[in-house]
């Protein structure tokens, strides 16, 4: 009864685990929910069990039940692909990183069961091995999962292609070593401290590599996100300085205006005196001519906030593009003045640049920054061309491949104020949409 039950639990270990995480990994971007995958793939083991129990009822050869171990596989790697909806090379890797983690498991087992249970595996062939799998993946797989979740899945969110070119062969070369003992039915070669080592090896240097590459882009991905932060912090403070010396210069001139204002009225009293209407009227016309002009305009109170719009402002007026902006900001500051300009620096940029780009029809930007109780929301429509790169839904950068550091930028900055973010291309006109709600989440 043992054995028999042995037996079809054999396919359960060898499939699910290291199925499910894949798909897991995905989650967002498969064809199916989740659910269904789960229960697809629970069928496909429960008919892989029963082929493998019927074939070692009727005595096929080891040959026999190692090619269906593989031909499972091939169809479920083919399936996975077709449901996953992500590029080729992210599919790659994390399918070569499950098989390194299968061969550490497997590995172990084969040894620990070649060394010291080989004449009691040979009375029962599958329940050392597959308690002993049990074991290992009841320790590891915590941790493992642990290592997909905190490091594989932020990875995943990395969109440019060029890396994952290369990334997906970190796990390759290792696997392919891996599949070497595949094909090896010598007991003796399984039972080696030295298969045993090459095992840890695979996955520790597959692992400990991505680590260390996920970690290296992370670290350049910050620091070029914070370089457009001191980028847009320049061009704030310029915008600061340029209103400054604005107002300065508006203020001395109303302080010479006043100074002449003695005199001007002294004028106008003599023209009063001598009834002389139209010479009034000409010289008040005249006058207001030598008036200080309107200084810049303000936008909001907020003297970053309005530095950051004014300067963009200017940059589309440079462009020909119609500016507009309703902003009513909330005061005191929600938010720290370095998000508000990295957020609206992002926005604005963006948005001067599309319609840099844009050859036809005409150019414009409307900003709205409206309050809603302890939250606020900010929408910034522009023309546009209306050509766009997307994938999997994921808007691209059209300065470099893959998704644009400037919106994911908006995008931390949104989750880290409980808000959201929604960029939404439609026909001439694109709308994006943040919605920042500062207080804590009850």
């Not at 892989?48 to 169809?75: C, D, H, K, P």
């Not at 704030?236 to 210069?249: F, G, H, V, W």
């Amino acid at each position: 009864m043992i054995d028999t039950l042995m037996i079809l639990l054999f396919p359960f270990l060898d499939f699910l685990p290291f199925q499910i995480p894949r798909y897991w990994l995905f989650r967002e971007k498969l064809r199916i929910p989740m659910r269904w995958i789960i229960l697809m793939l629970v069928g496909i083991t429960a008919a892989y069990s029963a082929i493998f129990f019927w074939a070692n009822q009727n005595g096929a050869a080891e040959s026999i039940t190692t090619l269906l171990r593989y031909g499972v596989m091939l169809f479920a790697t083919l399936l996975s692909f077709y449901l996953i909806r992500d590029s080729f090379a992210k599919n790659m890797y994390t399918l070569l990183l499950l098989l390194s983690y299968s061969f550490f498991v497997f590995g172990n087992a084969n040894f620990i069961e070649s060394y010291f249970f080989w004449d009691f595996s040979e009375q029962h062939p599958y329940l050392i091995y597959n308690g002993i799998r049990l074991v290992l993946l009841l320790v590891t797989y915590p941790f493992f999962l642990r290592f997909l979740n905190r490091t594989i899945r932020k990875a995943l969110a990395i969109g440019d292609d060029t890396v994952w070119k290369y990334m997906w062969k970190i796990p390759l070369f290792s696997t392919l070593f891996g599949m070497l003992y595949c094909t090896v039915t010598d007991i003796y070669a399984t039972a080696t401290w030295q298969f045993l080592l090459s095992r840890y090896l695979m996955l520790g240097g597959s692992c400990y590599v991505s680590l260390i590459l996920f970690k290296i882009l992370d670290t350049s991905e910050k620091r070029t996100q914070l370089e457009a932060a001191l980028r847009y912090a320049d061009r704030t403070m310029a915008a600061q300085k340029k209103q400054y010396d604005s107002l300065s210069a508006h203020m001395e001139e109303i302080r010479r205006a006043r100074h002449d204002l003695r005199q001007h009225l002294a004028v106008t009293q003599t023209y009063i005196e001598r009834n002389d209407r139209e010479g009034l009227r000409a010289y008040i016309s005249q006058y207001q001519k030598t008036l200080p002009q309107e200084t810049q305009k303000v936008y909001c109170r907020n003297d970053v906030v309005n530095a950051i719009i004014s300067c963009y402002a200017e940059l589309a007026a440079q462009q020909g593009v119609q500016f507009e902006a309703a902003v009513e900001y909330p005061d005191p500051a929600p938010i720290s003045n370095t998000s508000a300009v990295v957020l609206l620096g992002n926005l604005l940029e963006n948005a001067v640049e599309a319609c840099a780009r844009q050859k036809k029809s005409e150019k414009w930007i409307r900003l709205h920054i409206k309050p809603s109780g302890t939250a606020f929301a900010i929408t910034l429509d522009n023309s546009f061309s209306g050509e766009y790169n997307q994938s999997d839904g994921a808007l691209l950068s059209s300065k470099r491949d893959g998704a644009g550091i400037g919106l994911r930028s908006i995008e931390e900055i949104a989750e880290q104020y409980n808000g959201f973010v929604e960029f939404q291309p439609d026909g001439a006109v694109f709308r994006a949409s943040v919605f920042l709600n500062p207080a804590p989440v009850s």
